[in-house]
């Protein structure tokens, strides 16, 4: 089952973001990611939070289409957006994609976002528009579908990746390790329309961001 999960903020169009609602099984949200998600003309079916920056309006519909509705504790440990995540895991899903959650101006958010899911037990990304972001632990061989001329970006999440082999990007890595104080992996190019990313060990974070056509 292919999970799709609004976070606050903007959506942006794009790429990524259609994939991935064209694509979903169900579509929740995380508090005022159902309002971000209308926005956009989707109405989730389930929404989890503490409920302290849904619009009453917008919840107001949603209780007309039938949408479920988890209501937390504002005390509690956990962001809306992992407590949805961990919902959709506890629920079966077996692909997982975050809409937002990756921009604005939140920091404090955007960094727990990406922490947040390190373990999980399944695929989980995050995408906005044109930019599409996931973690991989090593020992790793991952693809990266897209455009030439599309950006990639290669974050250490750990101190360190180790034996890092990059093919058709326009900045080759040959058996280099990537530091986590460093912003060696930063904006590079694919050259051709798939590349690759090899590494022995280390956690590292994608993000691919697609140019327009």
Same mark, same amino acid.
């Given at each position: 089952?292919?999970?799709?999960?609004?976070?606050?903020?903007?959506?942006?169009?794009?790429?990524? $973001?259609?994939?991935?609602?064209?694509? &979903?099984?169900?579509?929740?949200?995380?508090?005022?990611?159902a309002r971000a998600a209308m926005d956009v003309g989707v109405f989730?079916?389930?929404?989890?939070?503490?409920?302290?920056?849904?619009?009453?309006?917008?919840?107001?519909?949603?209780?007309?289409?039938?949408?479920?509705?988890?209501?937390?504790?504002? &005390?509690?440990?956990?962001?809306?957006?992992?407590?949805?995540?961990?919902? +959709?895991?506890?629920?079966? +899903?077996?692909?997982?994609?975050?809409?937002?959650?990756?921009?604005?101006?939140?920091?404090?958010?955007?960094? &727990?976002?990406? @922490?947040?899911?390190?373990?999980?037990?399944?695929?989980?990304?995050?995408?906005?528009?044109?930019?599409?972001?996931?973690?991989?632990?090593?020992? &790793?061989?991952?693809?990266?579908?897209?455009?030439?001329?599309?950006?990639?970006?290669?974050?250490?999440?750990?101190?360190?990746? $180790?034996?890092?082999?990059?093919?058709?990007?326009?900045?080759?890595?040959?058996?280099?390790?990537?530091?986590?104080?460093?912003?060696?992996?930063?904006?590079?190019?694919?050259?051709?329309?798939?590349?690759?990313?090899?590494?022995?060990?280390? $956690?590292?974070? @994608?993000?691919? $961001?697609?140019?327009?056509?």
């Open positions: 089952m292919r999970a799709i999960i609004f976070t606050g903020g903007t959506v942006r169009q794009g790429k990524f $973001t259609q994939q991935a609602i064209a694509g &979903a099984d169900i579509i929740m949200a995380a508090d005022s990611g989730p079916s389930l929404v989890i939070g503490d409920f302290d920056s849904l619009d009453r309006g917008s919840k107001a519909v949603l209780e007309k289409k039938g949408c479920q509705f988890i209501v937390h504790s504002s &005390a509690k440990d956990q962001t809306d957006t992992e407590l949805a995540v961990r919902y +959709a895991i506890d629920h079966q +899903a077996s692909h997982l994609t975050i809409i937002g959650g990756i921009e604005g101006d939140r920091l404090d958010h955007i960094l &727990a976002n990406v @922490f947040s899911v390190m373990d999980a037990e399944i695929p989980i990304k995050f995408v906005n528009g044109p930019v599409e972001a996931w973690i991989a632990k090593g020992p &790793a061989n991952v693809s990266v579908d897209g455009n030439s001329s599309d950006q990639l970006s290669l974050i250490p999440l750990t101190s360190e990746v $180790t034996k890092v082999e990059t093919s058709h990007l326009r900045y080759t890595l040959r058996g280099e390790t990537l530091y986590q104080q460093q912003a060696r992996g930063i904006s590079n190019v694919l050259t051709q329309p798939q590349a690759s990313v090899a590494f022995a060990s280390g $956690t590292l974070l @994608f993000v691919h $961001t697609a140019v327009s056509r």
